[in-house]
């Protein structure tokens, strides 16, 4: 699934009632839990280095009926129904939704892993061939559309097809597309079979990097039931690309009409596990029902209600008064968790696949900032300032994880580079004073540092940092979550200790990160040196690209290395499967921007049971409650 | 009476040209356009210029102006980059219940302040003053989100006696036949508004229990239930006249921390929603729609004051 996003900022909200309680983080034992139902297993948990609680084990066998309930919060709502979802729908909130219904071609997490689950996907792995330049894709044939078709590798090209229209109308049609990238790269796509599907490359590609970011995005349509444009309309060659225009124009106008979701016929042909059975306009609340003709795990259970919260507050008090099966618990909630688990709710989090920062501003060339941050002794210093263990202890009360670079050790994945693994920068002020003493600093904790041997030598500032140079910063960070204020707060706390000036200054996200951001706004290159506005969450193959290199689309501040840009390049371009590893090493150790922890998505459910994953899933923004089954406790 | 109507009609339509102006200024200095926080931080160069083209971004700001009054004009207020609906229909969603929330609050509130005020300003300086006025600055101190917790944790998730969230029915039909699930949040509402309007309405009591004519009618021999009622409440009505104007642009907006608490989706979560992910057309329709509530709830004011003060003329 393509799911390359910034993290989700949540609405502020108040303080609940009830004293504090901090919870300590808990989990020392190897990932576990399988797929597959059934088994009567009582008693066992599964835990997971960096979890927060622990996934228990299927409890019971699976019992037809009942009714699964689960939260959708203000600004999480699909919005979108088809999937080619236009950028100002694209969330992974809506996908979740359009996923229930119609099955994207290669599924990822398995659990909370960050890799494709082959038995959740509709084809096998793809093969390359050619260089690189060719992949088979073999699809199964036991997935069929609610309307009796197979799913076959005709509906693979129809939305590819339908993405060509899309992206070629407007741009902004596709969230996920970025000009250059899948489908721009991709020469040509035919069915040699009925369920073979074999795409030429403009050129070769590493083949992790191509599977993982453009393969995942690809979500099969009914090509027989909707290659029409309008409604009873006659049925259309979808490869000729007038049609193919038609039909998108019709299906995007369909779209618009949230009243008709539920009703319109189009969307009643599904190959998810779920029918879509209402569909509030008002709330985007919605009902669904297990679609009979799903070619994976059947749902045993009679209704999926989605019930719209206008606040996070407003969600765990519904847990609180045991009215939803699951939801999720903000970090404000936490202290609350007794409460939540006297009513018998199970309790798990851990973090979704990407990282925090605060970005450095490499162009402002303010008071020669951009020579000061340029040097990465001086890099270190500030990496040796933050305290991580004290956010995650503080700020995200222990439900989140210390990261050090672009992939970090917690989630766990194939690509975390082994100085990730710790801390290379271990909070103290002690190393942060050595590195700027033993370079020419004269060090005044509380007061001011200032340079004192000017000069581009091993023991001087560096070059272009005159005699008297002062360190002031201004961070501006994002309001919402407050975590970002704690972040940048310690961060300045510390820095005083070494005589360094923080100046944190809050602002709100959408401010920050269009007026704060070197690709966007080049205009105040030289208003900000520092920004804090969250992170992002990565794809299964967590590269850098556009975020690190230099003209990355949201290179926000600027960074520019001639090894990273090769090293990023490689990840996407070479066949080295150990590319994004390597890119990741230098990232961390160079330190393009200061890592921040990684906040743990936390889900609470109860009177639900399944496979431990299908819960552990939840974490990455994965859902499949087809897997679960009421237990009415 | 007509040339005032008209003439506080041609100033209006002057405010609220003046109201949509501003604001659309405002909104375009502060971001020209909204396509980075609708599209998010990695929305490509290209998706951010196709964007802002086909919703006219990219045009000389007078010609969006223009383009946007004569949208108004035919009232199309454009759609929701982030909700996928016309406004209008977001607006039709919302509005009824958010009205009703807000409608019923002031209503009891009133019903509740008028006579409390009265008794206040008769039995000043008595045991039950001092009592129900540290009531009243103990309420209006409170946060309405700190009421609002503390009537869901006792009476829905404790004592189990109304629900922990307000209707969730679509219509206004569909919440007046829930009564009990809007018990909580209206009284979250009406506690914080009665201090409020309780407090004026004493001090305005007070000063007229001190006029001649209240001396007179009691000298007359009228009951006292009479001399109040007939005589004091009329005339100590008029601040709560003026008050209740005012508080119509509080149909649309005032309730935004109750809507969230309660999850009962209405204008102020609306907006407040589209502030965040600057959903432009409907800041704009939001801000018009408020401006014209403002304008009509002060005209409403000055005309009901004719009613209840002989001694008032519009001119």
């Known amino acids: ?633 | 009476m007509i040339a005032y109507l008209l003439r506080r009609f041609l100033s209006a339509i002057i405010v609220i040209i003046g109201i949509m102006l501003v604001t659309f200024t405002m909104l375009h200095i502060i971001s020209p356009s909204p396509a980075r926080a609708v599209l998010g931080i990695k929305a490509s160069p290209a998706q951010i210029a196709g964007f802002n083209h086909a919703h006219g971004y990219d045009r000389p700001l007078p010609q969006q102006f223009l383009t946007y009054m004569n949208q108004t004009l035919h009232l199309n207020f454009g759609f929701s980059f982030k909700l996928n609906q016309s406004v209008t229909d977001l607006f039709k969603e919302n509005a009824g219940r958010s009205a009703l929330l807000s409608g019923v609050s002031v209503t009891i509130a009133v019903l509740i302040a008028v006579p409390l005020g009265i008794f206040q300003a008769v039995k000043r300086n008595s045991v039950a003053d001092y009592t129900l006025t540290a009531v009243s600055f103990t309420l209006y101190s409170m946060p309405i989100f700190f009421i609002s917790l503390v009537l869901i944790d006792i009476f829905a998730l404790h004592l189990h006696v109304f629900p922990f969230e307000a209707s969730q029915a679509t219509t206004v039909v569909g919440v007046l036949k829930n009564p009990r699930s809007m018990v909580l949040p209206v009284a979250s509402l009406v506690a914080l508004s009665v201090a409020g309007y309780s407090r004026y309405m004493r001090s305005s009591a007070l000063d007229n229990l001190a006029q001649d004519y209240i001396k007179v009618a009691r000298a007359k021999g009228l009951s006292e239930r009479a001399v109040l009622w007939r005589h004091l409440v009329r005339n100590s009505s008029l601040p709560m006249v003026t008050l209740i104007g005012l508080s119509i642009p509080d149909l649309l907006a005032g309730n935004l921390i109750t809507e969230q608490v309660f999850n009962y989706p209405g204008l102020g979560l609306l907006f407040f929603n589209s502030l965040g992910t600057e959903d432009y057309p409907i800041l704009l329709a939001y801000t018009l729609v408020g401006g014209i509530l403002v304008v009509l709830g002060n005209l409403i004011a000055d005309i009901a004051l004719t009613f209840t003060d002989p001694r008032i003329r519009l001119t």
């Open chain 1, 1 to 633: 699934m393509g799911r390359s996003i910034v993290r989700r900022v949540r609405l502020p909200f108040v303080a609940v009632l009830a004293g504090a309680l901090v919870l300590a983080a808990c989990g020392s034992s190897s990932s576990g839990g399988g797929k597959g139902g059934g088994g009567g297993n009582t008693g066992n948990t599964s835990t997971t280095a960096g979890a927060y609680g622990t996934l228990p084990a299927q409890v019971g066998t699976p019992k037809p009926g009942g009714t699964v309930s689960y939260g959708i919060e203000a600004g999480s709502q699909p919005t979108y129904i088809m999937p080619i979802t236009p950028g100002a729908d694209s969330s992974v909130y809506d996908a979740s939704f359009q996923y229930l219904l119609y099955r994207p071609l290669y599924w990822t997490p398995e659990g909370n892993r960050a890799i494709i689950d082959p038995d959740l996907s509709l084809a096998a792995l793809p093969v390359y061939s050619n260089g690189g330049k060719t992949i088979t894709i073999n699809m199964k044939q036991t997935y069929k559309w609610s309307d009796g078709k197979p799913v076959d590798a005709q509906d693979v090209l129809f939305w590819i097809d339908e993405l060509r229209a899309a992206v070629r109308e407007n741009p902004a049609n596709f969230g996920n597309y970025t000009k250059g990238n899948f489908p721009d790269n991709v020469v040509s796509a035919t069915a040699p079979s009925t369920y073979q599907v074999v795409l030429t490359l403009k050129r070769s590609y590493n083949p992790n990097w191509y599977t993982d970011t453009q393969l995942n995005i690809i979500s099969p349509l009914p090509s027989t039931a909707w290659n029409i444009a309008s409604t009873g309309g006659p049925h259309l060659d979808f490869t000729n690309p007038a049609n193919a225009k038609k039909i998108y124009d019709y299906l995007n106008a369909q779209s618009k009409k949230v009243a008709t979701y539920a009703t319109n016929p189009l969307w009643q042909v599904v190959d998810g596990p779920f029918k879509l059975t209402s569909f509030s306009a008002t709330t985007d609340a919605n009902t669904m029902v297990p679609n009979p003709t799903y070619g994976g795990q059947k749902p045993v259970f009679s209704t999926l209600k989605a019930e719209y919260f206008a606040s996070s507050t407003a969600e765990f008090n519904a847990m609180l008064a045991g009215k939803l099966s699951v939801g999720e618990v903000p970090a404000d909630d936490l202290p609350q968790l007794p409460r939540l688990k006297s009513q018998g709710y199970n309790v798990y989090g851990y973090p979704d696949l990407g990282f925090g920062y605060i970005v450095f501003n490499f162009k402002d060339t303010t008071d020669n900032w951009d020579k000061i941050v340029g040097q990465l002794y001086f890099r270190q210093a500030l990496a040796h300032l933050e305290d991580q263990a004290a956010i995650v202890h503080g700020a995200f009360h222990d439900a989140a994880a210390q990261d050090y670079g672009p992939v970090p050790a917690v989630p766990a994945t194939a690509y975390v580079p082994s100085n990730a693994a710790t801390n290379p920068y271990p909070f103290s002020v002690a190393d942060a004073s050595k590195l700027l003493s033993s370079h020419g600093w004269k060090v005044v904790p509380n007061g001011t540092t200032t340079c004192v041997s000017p000069g581009s030598g091993p023991t001087n500032c560096g070059a272009g940092i005159p005699a008297g140079q002062k360190i002031s910063i201004t961070i501006p960070y994002t309001n919402d979550p407050p975590v970002a204020g704690q972040e940048t707060t310690q961060l300045a706390s510390a820095a005083k200790q070494v005589g360094i000036n923080i100046t944190p200054v809050a602002k709100t996200f959408n401010y920050i990160v269009s007026q704060y951001a070197d690709p966007s706004a080049p205009q105040n290159d030289n208003k900000w040196q520092m920004e804090n506005f969250g992170g992002f969450s990565t794809d299964i193959y967590p590269t850098t690209d556009e975020i690190f290199n230099s003209g990355g689309s949201f290179n926000q501040g600027g960074y520019d290395s001639t090894e990273a840009n090769t090293l990023i390049k490689n990840s996407k371009f070479s066949s080295d499967p150990n590319a994004v590893e390597k890119e990741a090493s230098y990232l961390t150790q160079n330190l393009p921007a200061l890592f921040t922890p990684n906040e743990d998505r936390i889900y609470a459910w109860k009177g639900v049971s399944g496979p431990p994953d299908s819960f552990a899933n939840l974490t990455q923004f994965a859902f499949t409650p087809e897997f679960w089954f009421v237990t009415g406790k």
